[in-house]
């Protein structure tokens, strides 16, 4: 590619997730409900622990700051798709594609270590549980958020430089219902190396030392819990820890599937239906997993729905 013929572009055409005009309103209207639930299924979900005191533990405390992490994600992406199914257009301009980027890095992020954060709440409450309000009292707690938010923060301007520094060449079409800066570096038309570098070394240590940590917790619970000698006593410890674990698979298992779609298949359009999984679906099914089996939080649910009847 010639130097002329590089320009910082003013919009780039996200991919469909599908091309017939017919199937348009049907995802319009698929993709509106599951934006709608997924913010007023986090939404009641923080109401519900904020306005009960009997949820006003570390537990519930990480689960709100998780539930705004889905609202964030879910919204970073799913308005933008819901405008361009409504207006038939494909196109972003390059200022909101630059700040999906750095938005989503930053939700992701966040919920990935947060999950990492309730992992090790769980293991403080199964393997010390009479020091367990000692060791995660309030000042633990909010610390674990804050650095959290602050890794999140530091990655999500990494990614924003990281993408800054991109040229691109006229009329570029990402791959993509929403703009990923893995995307992106494939179609740049400036050198990309150390930004491969960069990438590939956050996304190691940002997912890897999560996992990790998540692994490392549930291995010292699983052996904790082993040692109970009453059949009601292990179910009690595992029932705790059932909602985060399942929340933890979905994450993972729907990163882990958009990765392998990418790398297996050659269809772009069929890894970004796989993208939909931890973009859309997540964020929505994260409330209603918590809820579900979870008298304390279907109690607060039902006050809040009484005070407001």
């Known amino acids: 590619m010639e130097p002329h013929n590089r320009t910082r572009v003013s919009q780039f055409f996200l991919l469909r997730l599908s091309d017939d005009p017919d199937l348009q309103p049907l995802l319009f209207g698929l993709f509106l409900s599951t934006y709608l639930a997924t913010v007023l299924g986090n939404l009641l979900l923080i109401l519900a622990v904020s306005s009960d005191s009997h949820l006003h533990t570390p537990m519930y405390f990480f689960l709100s700051n998780l539930s705004l992490a889905d609202i964030g994600i879910s919204t970073t992406t799913v308005p933008n798709m819901l405008v361009n199914l409504h207006t038939q257009s494909k196109s972003i ?184 999984m931890y973009t859309v679906v997540t964020p929505m099914l994260n409330p209603f997993i918590y809820s579900l089996r979870n008298k304390d939080i279907k109690s607060a649910l039902w006050g809040i729905i009484i005070r407001i009847a």
Request: proline content about 3%; aromatic content about 10%; hydrophobic content about 45%.
């Open 93 to 276: 301009p390059y200022a909101g594609c630059l700040a999906q980027v750095t938005v989503f890095s930053l939700f992701a992020c966040l919920e990935s270590l947060l999950l990492t954060v309730m992992a090790y709440d769980r293991l403080v409450a199964i393997c010390h549980p009479l020091h367990y309000l000692v060791i995660m009292n309030p000042h633990l707690c909010g610390l674990l958020v804050l650095v959290s938010f602050s890794i999140s923060l530091l990655n999500s301007q990494l990614h924003y430089l990281m993408m800054s520094q991109l040229t691109f060449c006229a009329d570029v079409e990402i791959p993509h219902f929403f703009c990923e800066l893995s995307q992106l570096l494939n179609l740049a038309c400036s050198d990309i190396s150390t930004s491969n570098i960069l990438i590939y070394f956050i996304g190691t240590i940002l997912a890897g030392v999560p996992l990790s940590g998540i692994l490392y917790s549930y291995i010292r619970i699983i052996s904790s819990i082993l040692r109970v000698s009453s059949s009601d006593g292990k179910y009690k410890a595992f029932s705790t820890c059932g909602s985060h674990l399942s929340v933890v698979c979905l994450f993972y298992g729907a990163a882990l599937g958009v990765y392998l779609s990418s790398t297996v298949s050659s269809s772009h359009r069929k890894s970004a239906v796989v993208s939909v």
